[in-house]
């Protein structure tokens, strides 16, 4: 009886799960599919053919076909790919470097106006891009940085959001360690060193998650400030794709899921706490 | 899942990344073309006309010798060089001698031939004129006796009159001047004279149809056989034609006074300016004229026009066919033989109405006859014409086969048809002419018979007895007056057809012609006998060709081919159509040749000619100066055309051609792709001002003179193929 009943309520959650995980079922079955077929069931949204779009898990004749094109045709997609792997670990190696004093600095030291800092963190790190993308554009064309890398890289380093993440996480260390580090001797940056950054790892890694994710997917900085197609990320690779290569969109989808899925599944536990951390900001 | 495992994975993931991007990349670049570029240059474009041909003479000659003679002997060979006035060959003298002789036979026969179609010639002009003269004697003859006949007709009925006369003298009952009997003979008379000459209207009418088809035939059948002389015989015909209608509306109208004929036929004459009247040339006219002025002529004849319409117009309105002819003339037997013997019992009375009625209508009847024959002779001419006509027609639309019969009916036919008009009217004129005669003496026999049945009984039958005679006389008479006609009809189509001219006999020139051509053939025997049968060369040349052979006969062609050396040597050899756009007259070309590659420069074309059968090949021909190249030998032509400077000048292996034949270039073009910065070949549409055979020059405009051109490249480049520019 207990069993049918806790049948019952899995059952929904089942249902539940595999909706949500539709889209990487649609991804991978798609990677597999023949061109042919693919039209066949895209073409009324990416076509113009008439009828609905319609879809099948499983596909009439299964094929690496667009895996092999993207993988040995494309060297487009490579281009791309390795500009995102530039773009998001410079990042994450920036926010590192001037996220994390700065959110130990926040937490951990006072100084007047640090309140005053500390809201205007919040208040930027609440606007959106849209908000931000012209300042930033007349910084960075008054800069000369229009049109490199350093566009997209040099505002995501100085976001405020890994700030205020980490912000949360040094805060939370109780001052009682750090009085004992400071009576054993310990000075302010072997405090730091030695004790914050231990101590705060977990917030660092959930922001650095963070920082990859939106990074690997950012797409409207690369689109304002990349003119040169070059040095593009693989996030704008999809939006070229059309309905004769919809098959090889599938297979760059797949692969461009897959550092990030790394990511993520390294520092999943610490991501949970960051998110928990960041829910608690507001 | 540890991290450590995790680490191992993404860093193996990247590591594959890293292997498909250097794969892909080689991939890649290997489907992009290495194009090489090039400026576009300033500079000529030179055309290059080379060509092999041979060296020939400019003119052959043929040494023919008369045909049939043995050869004796060949002094020459092909190939080899004579001299003017050497020996080339030998014929058999035994054999010519034979055919001189046997010529000569052959011509004296030919001579007797001659002198017998000459003879036979002069014999049938000499027949031919005999039976003209026979015809003309004929003619003279029948007339003549036809015109005995008629003035004894005449004077039996002259006889009969005064025997009539005599007797009623003798008997007191002489019918008193101006009275009844005498106004009914009278009329009597005169209608007989209108019947006789309408008769003869009749004949002439009938006789000039006949003539117009007979001509008409003849022209058909002319114009068919001598399609070039149909126009000019016709108007000859037309024009005897029309005399011969003249001379016989003369000769029955009796306006001629030249025959003795005329003497006792019918004389017009006009007679106070009011009317013609028609008489005969003995007692009766006076009495006619008594008549006339007692009736009003003039009003009677507009009365009568009036009533009957203008002549010309009647004969059209009414329309006879020949089949109405025929009934016409057998229903005039009838009357004849009913007027014969129609009884004399009618009263006083009705002679009377009757002789005013035939008297009155009497002088119209012959005035109308009288613009008839007039019209006739125009209407005739007219119809001549027509009917001429018709079968000239024929003959234009330049068919020569001799007409089928069908044809010529249907010609005769429309002759016919055009007189039918005539011959009606004629016709309907013997009629009525006939019909008033016999009305006449219808009076005249019952006014005689009232008058005797009041006499006595005797008295009575010896009058009525020679009255019967004055009668049988008066008829006599007529049908003599008739038969004149006829007979002057008769032989006269004799006199015609023996004027006709013999068919054309052309065999005596045609053998003097014969004859001159074999004494051309003797001499020229004779000649070669002279030479003893040897035959030179006449120029200095070359042996090109021998069709004879020691012991076989001479043949009419052409016995030795040379070529005429005296005339000189010229080179000519085969180009294409588009060598030919460069190379024209009086262009200064180079030859090469000969063992020791002789090189003649600065020679000019002289002429550059289409081939005949085909079009894409032309001939040059260039003339070679005396003693450099021989007859035979091979040579090599070389000519060279520089155009104008060009600015831009590219590669011909730039240029290419699309679908629709218009010229483009490739340049390359960088633009910016996820690759970086990449080169694709880009389509520029030019116009070809010139090119030879390595470069093509452009118009300015679409391409610069410091834009790279792709000149070649290792795989197939179009627009918009990525290439990469070879180092």
Redesign the interface.
């Known amino acids: 009886m207990a069993k049918l009943v806790k049948g019952m309520v899995y059952l929904p959650l089942i249902l539940l799960a595999a909706l949500i995980c539709f889209p990487i079922f649609f991804a991978i079955s798609g990677v597999v599919m023949s061109n042919w077929e693919l039209k066949e069931y895209l073409g009324p949204v990416l076509g113009g053919m008439d009828g609905m779009a319609s879809w099948s898990l499983f596909p009439k004749s299964p094929t690496l076909q667009s895996l092999i094109e993207v993988?040995?045709?494309?060297?487009?997609?490579?281009?791309?790919?390795?500009n995102s792997?530039k773009i998001s670990l410079c990042i994450l190696a920036g926010q590192t470097l001037f996220g994390v004093p700065a959110a130990w600095g926040l937490a951990r030291f006072s100084f007047p106006g640090r309140n005053a800092v500390l809201t205007l963190y919040i208040v930027l790190m609440l606007m959106p891009f849209q908000v931000l993308m012209l300042p930033q554009y007349l910084v960075l064309n008054g800069a000369g940085l229009l049109d490199t890398h350093w566009a997209v890289i040099l505002p995501a380093v100085f976001s405020t959001f890994p700030v205020f993440i980490m912000y949360r996480f040094f805060s939370s260390i109780p001052e009682e360690i750090l009085e004992a580090a400071r009576i054993d001797g310990a000075g302010s940056l072997r405090i730091f060193l030695h004790v914050g950054i231990p101590l705060g790892a977990a917030g660092i890694v959930s922001s650095g998650i963070l920082g990859f994710l939106e990074s690997w997917n950012m797409i409207e900085q690369p689109m304002t400030f990349l003119k040169?197609?070059?040095l593009?990320p693989l996030s704008l690779f999809l939006p070229e794709i059309g309905l004769a290569d919809v098959g090889v969109g599938f297979a760059a989808a797949i692969?461009m899921l897959?550092?990030a899925l790394?990511?993520f599944?390294?520092g999943q536990e610490y991501l949970e706490q960051g998110i928990a951390a960041a829910a608690l900001k507001g | 899942m540890n991290r450590g495992k995790l680490g191992k994975i993404a860093v193996l993931f990247l590591a594959v990344m890293l292997l498909f991007t250097v794969l892909s990349r080689a991939a890649d670049q290997a489907g992009v073309a290495v194009v090489t570029t090039e400026k576009p240059e300033n500079k000529m474009i030179t055309h290059d006309v080379k060509a092999t041909g041979k060296v020939v003479q400019k003119q052959n000659q043929a040494v023919v010798t008369e045909p049939d003679q043995r050869v004796k002997a060949i002094y020459v060979s092909q190939g080899q060089q004579v001299k003017k006035g050497e020996l080339l060959f030998e014929l058999d003298t035994t054999q010519l001698e034979e055919q001189i002789l046997k010529q000569q036979q052959e011509m004296e026969k030919q001579k007797l031939q001659v002198e017998d179609a000459r003879s036979q010639k002069d014999v049938s002009a000499r027949q031919k004129a005999s039976s003209q003269a026979g015809a003309a004697e004929q003619y003279s003859l029948s007339v003549n006796e036809a015109n005995v006949q008629l003035s004894r007709a005449q004077q039996q009925l002259e006889d009969a009159k005064k025997e009539l006369e005599v007797f009623r003298k003798s008997n007191g009952t002489t019918p008193e001047t101006g009275g009844v009997e005498e106004t009914l003979e009278n009329t009597c008379q005169e209608k007989s004279d209108a019947y006789v000459l309408a008769q003869q209207e009749l004949n002439q009418v009938e006789w000039k149809i006949e003539n117009a088809v007979n001509t008409a035939l003849e022209n058909a059948k002319n114009a068919a056989s001598v399609n070039q002389l149909a126009g000019k015989k016709t108007p000859e015909t037309e024009g005897s034609l029309e005399n011969e209608n003249i001379s016989y509306g003369k000769t029955y109208a009796g306006e001629n006074d030249g025959t003795s004929a005329d003497d006792t036929l019918i004389d017009i004459e006009p007679e106070d300016g009011t009317a013609s009247l028609w008489t005969m040339e003995n007692t009766y006219t006076q009495s006619a004229g008594e008549i006339l002025e007692e009736v009003d002529t003039a009003g009677e004849a507009d009365a009568w026009i009036a009533a009957e319409g203008e002549p010309g117009t009647e004969k059209n309105e009414i329309l006879y066919s020949a089949d109405t002819l025929e009934l016409i003339e057998d229903d005039n037997n009838v009357t004849a033989n009913t007027e014969s013997q129609l009884p004399p019992t009618e009263n006083a009375a009705e002679p009377i109405i009757s002789l005013e009625t035939n008297a009155s209508s009497a002088l119209p009847e012959e005035t109308d006859l009288d613009l008839i024959i007039s019209d006739d002779n125009a209407d005739q001419t007219d119809n001549s014409n027509n009917n001429i006509a018709a079968p000239e027609t024929g003959t234009e639309d330049g068919t020569k086969q001799p007409p089928t019969q069908a044809e010529l009916d249907q010609i005769e036919k429309s002759v016919r048809d055009s007189y039918r008009q005539e011959l009606s009217a004629a016709q309907k004129k013997v009629e009525t002419a006939q019909k008033e005669k016999e009305e006449a003496e219808s009076a005249l026999a019952e006014y005689q018979q009232e008058k005797l049945s009041s006499a006595d009984a005797r008295n009575a039958q010896s009058e009525k007895q020679l009255l019967a005679n004055v009668k049988t006389a008066q008829q006599a008479y007529e049908d003599a007056a008739i038969a004149v006609n006829k007979a002057a009809v008769t032989a006269g189509r004799s006199v015609q057809e023996a004027g006709i001219p013999d068919a054309s006999n052309s065999s005596d020139r045609s053998n003097e012609i014969t004859y001159e051509q074999m004494e051309l053939a003797l001499k020229k025997l004779e000649k070669l006998k002279e030479d003893k049968g040897k035959v030179y060369a006449e120029a200095d040349g070359v042996i090109m060709k021998i069709n004879i052979s020691t012991g076989e006969k001479t043949t009419d062609t052409t016995a030795i081919l040379m070529a005429d050396t005296s005339k000189g040597y010229s080179f000519t050899a085969d180009i294409t159509k588009e060598q030919e756009e460069y190379i024209g007259t009086g262009d200064m070309v180079t030859l090469t040749g000969g063992t020791k590659d002789q090189k003649l420069e600065e020679l000019p074309v002289e002429a550059v000619t289409a081939d005949e059968e085909d079009d894409s090949v032309y001939h040059v021909t260039v003339q070679i100066p005396e003693d450099t190249f021989s007859i035979g030998m091979t040579a090599t032509m070389d000519f060279s055309k520089k155009s104008e400077t060009y600015p831009i000048s590219v590669p011909l292996s730039a240029l290419h051609l699309d679908s629709k034949n218009q010229a483009y270039v490739l340049i390359p073009q960088e633009y910016d792709s996820i690759m970086g910065t990449e080169i694709k070949a880009l389509k520029i549409g030019v116009t070809v001002l010139e090119k030879n055979e390595s470069y093509a020059a452009l118009a300015e405009g679409a391409l610069s003179g410091q834009q790279e051109v792709i000149v070649s490249s290792d795989k197939a480049v179009d627009d918009g193929s990525r290439v990469r520019i070879a180092e």
């Open positions: 993988l040995m045709d494309s060297p487009q997609f490579f281009v791309m790919f390795w792997i040169t197609k070059s593009w692969l897959v550092p790394l990511i599944l390294s």
